[in-house]
């Protein structure tokens, strides 16, 4: 079941194979990855094995994984990613992550989106609570969290492998009855 959203500025979509190329140049920003442990990809072949895995978990039943493109209202061009990974278990979680061409950052969109996840995440699939990791140095990040009403709840030491360095992570969370601003 396709899982479209909309919010005033954006439109998320579902990813298929055909947007690929869309994917992979900006995977392979290196802004973009600064505290992703995905790593900048070798070659497209990398990002097809990706984007196959994503396709692969988003399409079993229950839902592993929901994976969008983002674009801005009046225009198809991919300007960034989203994805949401629900638990499927008696736990009801959901861990949301959202990534930006770098031109569009500092515009609020991601916040628009962080925020939108997380009210897919409540209304339409009934999660009981909305999760995010991020790099302590991630300060953007840090801060759309903080905007949507996340609360930090502990500090993760060296879990990330990035670029050869174990790095440390926040755990963030909102709960379904939390405020939400
Ligand atoms: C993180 C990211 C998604 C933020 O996107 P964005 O659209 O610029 O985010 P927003 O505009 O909604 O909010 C950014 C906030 O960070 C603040 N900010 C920017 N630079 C900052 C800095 N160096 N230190 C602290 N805050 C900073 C902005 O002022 C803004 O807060 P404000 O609204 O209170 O002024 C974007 O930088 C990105 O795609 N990064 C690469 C991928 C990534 O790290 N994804 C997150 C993985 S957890």
Redesign the pocket.
């Known amino acids: 079941m396709p899982a479209p959203i909309t919010t005033p500025r954006l439109r998320l979509r579902e990813i298929t194979l055909a947007d690929l190329n869309d994917i992979h140049r900006l995977h392979a920003i290196p802004?973009?990855d600064?505290?992703?442990t995905l790593g900048l990809p070798k070659d497209i072949s990398e990002t097809r094995k990706l984007v196959k895995r994503l396709l692969d978990s988003g399409s079993r039943i229950p839902r592993e994984s929901y994976t969008w493109k983002i674009m801005l209202c009046d225009c198809d061009v991919l300007i960034?990613m989203a994805g949401l990974t629900p638990s499927n278990d008696k736990f009801r979680l959901g861990e949301i992550?959202?990534?930006?061409h770098p031109e569009?950052?500092?515009?609020?969109?991601?916040?628009?989106v962080a925020k939108a996840l997380i009210r897919f995440g409540f209304n339409r699939l009934k999660l009981h609570k909305v999760e995010?990791?991020?790099?302590t140095g991630?300060?953007?990040?840090i801060?759309?969290l903080e905007?949507c009403g996340m609360t930090r709840e502990g500090l993760r030491r060296k879990i990330l492998p990035i670029r050869g360095e174990w790095v440390d992570n926040y755990h963030y969370a909102i709960v379904e009855d939390d405020p939400r601003p």
């Open positions: 802004e973009v600064e505290f992703n960034g992550y959202y990534k930006f569009f950052w500092g515009m609020g969109f991601a916040t628009e995010a990791g991020v790099a991630n300060k953007r990040s801060r759309v905007k």
